[in-house]
């Protein structure tokens, strides 16, 4: 495991970093790519700082920041809906599986279709 990040705060900030450079790119954010930019050489590296207490909460925010990003990228047209979906899948458990009554994907493509359509229900 990298110990280049001593301190929550380091590690915060640097990512910060991250996604201001991949803004000002107009690129997407991913786990591989905060990975690499942190100096981890294994993303699984970078993800098992979730198991330490102290660095947990900033890699779950990095996560959902990246998840919400990914949500977001469904309803622009210039990103492959394919690969945004397989996105969602591999790195944020999403599946076209029926779990427990809900189809995540599915409600969450049929979200995205009514945005891009314009005709977002007000429910």
Not at 11 to 33: H, R
Request: proline share 2%; with cysteine.
């Amino acid at each position: 495991m990298n110990k280049k990040y001593k301190k929550p705060k380091d590690l915060e900030k640097m990512a910060e970093q991250y996604f201001l450079e991949q803004e000002e790119q107009n690129k997407p954010c991913s786990i591989a790519g905060i990975s690499y930019f942190l100096g981890f050489t294994d993303k699984n590296d970078f993800l098992e700082l979730e198991k330490q207490e102290e660095f947990a909460p900033i890699i779950n925010r990095i996560k959902l920041r990246m998840e919400s990003q990914a949500i977001d990228m469904l309803t622009d047209k210039s990103y492959a809906t394919t690969g945004v979906i397989f996105n969602l899948k591999c790195s944020f458990g999403y599946s076209d599986k029926v779990v427990n009554g809900k189809d995540d994907m599915a409600e969450l493509m049929q979200k995205a279709r009514k945005l891009i359509d314009g005709t977002e229900d007000n429910e």
